[in-house]
C-alpha cells in the first residue's frame, strides 16, 4: 500500500524557517514527480513547488528565493524547505507524488499544518 507520510510542519514566527519531509513507500521513487501543495482555509489547493526524478525543480511566483524543494531517493524522501516565512504562507501542506509514465497514478500525504504567526 503506498503512502506518503509528511512531518516537520508546526508554529514558527514571520521571518522564521521549517523543513518538511515527506516520505514515500511502495513506489518506485524516482519515477515520480514529487509535489508539495498548500491549501489555506477556504481556498483551493495550489501547488508550491515540484521536483522531477531527474532533479527539475519549479515553484510557485509566491515562494521563489525562499522555498527549496529537495528529494532523497535512497531514502525515498522529498523536503521543503521554507524560509523567511511569511503569514500568508499559513496552510495546510501536502505531499504528492506523480507518475511519469502510464497509467500516471496519483498519491496525497494526510497533510501537515504550518502556522505563521507571533
Known amino acids: 500500500q503506498v503512502q506518503l507520510v509528511e512531518s516537520g510542519g508546526g508554529l514558527v514566527q514571520p521571518g522564521g524557517s521549517l523543513r518538511l519531509s515527506c516520505a514515500a513507500s511502495a513506489i518506485i521513487f524516482r519515477r515520480y514527480t514529487m509535489n508539495w501543495y498548500r491549501q489555506a482555509p477556504g481556498q483551493q489547493r495550489d501547488l508550491v513547488a515540484a521536483?522531477?526524478?531527474?532533479?527539475?525543480?519549479n515553484y510557485a511566483d509566491s515562494v521563489k528565493g525562499r522555498f527549496t524543494i529537495s528529494r532523497d531517493n535512497a531514502k525515498n524522501t522529498v523536503y521543503l524547505q521554507m524560509n523567511s516565512l511569511k503569514p500568508e504562507d499559513t496552510a495546510v501542506y501536502y505531499c504528492?507524488?506523480?507518475?511519469?509514465?502510464?497509467?500516471?497514478?496519483?498519491?496525497w500525504g494526510q497533510g501537515t499544518q504550518v502556522t505563521v504567526s507571533s
Open positions: 521536483i522531477t526524478g531527474g532533479d527539475s525543480t
Open positions: 504528492n507524488a506523480k507518475a511519469d509514465s502510464i497509467p500516471y497514478r496519483n498519491y
